[in-house]
């Protein structure tokens, strides 16, 4: 499968995948990443791309006169690379509905809270302020809402007294990078179909 990932970030997510397709060799792995996109310059996700040879591109909302011509400039630029998945891995902004319209079902995002609980871009922050015993990570496709698409895969991740949101994203880091390589890697090997919500990934 070809994949692209998106990121926004320091890109450990990415690296996590990265490493497991490179170990593995792609055709093991099921998968091989063609392309990494960002909505910023300047972030560690683009230079571990960079490092690993991969085309990258930026699509910045602040160079386009609107946001559904970020958003169709987007779609575009994902579509150059034929993509048969695209991953958000920490990627910050919310794609429309013509991104959806081409990617949606095979475009899925990874995020650091047991989703329904905790969406948006503080996930981390908002559990520690609940004030949750556990939090964890979730992979799910990308829907039109924000965080609301159908669950593939959790992870569970225990909160300690002295966790403050740094201290806890990091654990759960730990959890979410190898969550979505097991999760990619079982898209792309076995497929998956989804009904009423409940997706089912294929098996050997
Ligand atoms: C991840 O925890 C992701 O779930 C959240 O932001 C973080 C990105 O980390 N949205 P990285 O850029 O992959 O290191």
Not at 48 to 77: I, K, Q, S, Y
Not at 107 to 127: E, I, K, W
Not at 130 to 142: N, P, Q, R
Request: net charge negative; glycine share 10%; with cysteine.
């Amino acid at each position: 499968a070809r994949v692209v990932v998106l990121v926004s970030g320091s890109g450990t997510n990415l690296q996590a995948l990265l490493d497991a397709i490179a170990e593995e060799r792609p055709d093991a792995f099921g998968a091989e990443i063609v392309a990494v996109g960002a909505d910023r310059d300047g972030i560690a996700g683009l230079e571990r791309a960079e490092r690993a040879g991969l085309p990258t591109f930026v699509c910045r909302v602040r160079d386009h006169g609107t946001r559904d011509a970020w958003d169709r400039a987007l779609a575009e630029a994902v579509a150059a690379y034929e993509p048969d998945l695209v991953v958000s891995a920490g990627f910050m902004k919310i794609v429309g509905k013509e991104f959806l319209a081409r990617f949606g079902g095979r475009f899925v995002n990874t995020h650091p809270a047991l989703l329904p609980s905790f969406p948006g871009a503080h996930g981390v922050r908002d559990a520690l302020a609940y004030g949750v015993k556990v939090t964890g990570c979730t992979v799910h496709f990308v829907d039109d809402g924000v965080d609301t698409g159908p669950i593939i895969a959790q992870g569970v991740v225990e909160v300690r007294e002295e966790d403050d949101e740094s201290t806890l994203h990091e654990r759960i880091k730990e959890v979410e990078r190898r969550l979505l390589v097991d999760t990619v890697r079982r898209i792309a090997r076995h497929g998956y179909r989804i009904e009423a919500r409940k997706v089912i990934l294929g098996h050997d």
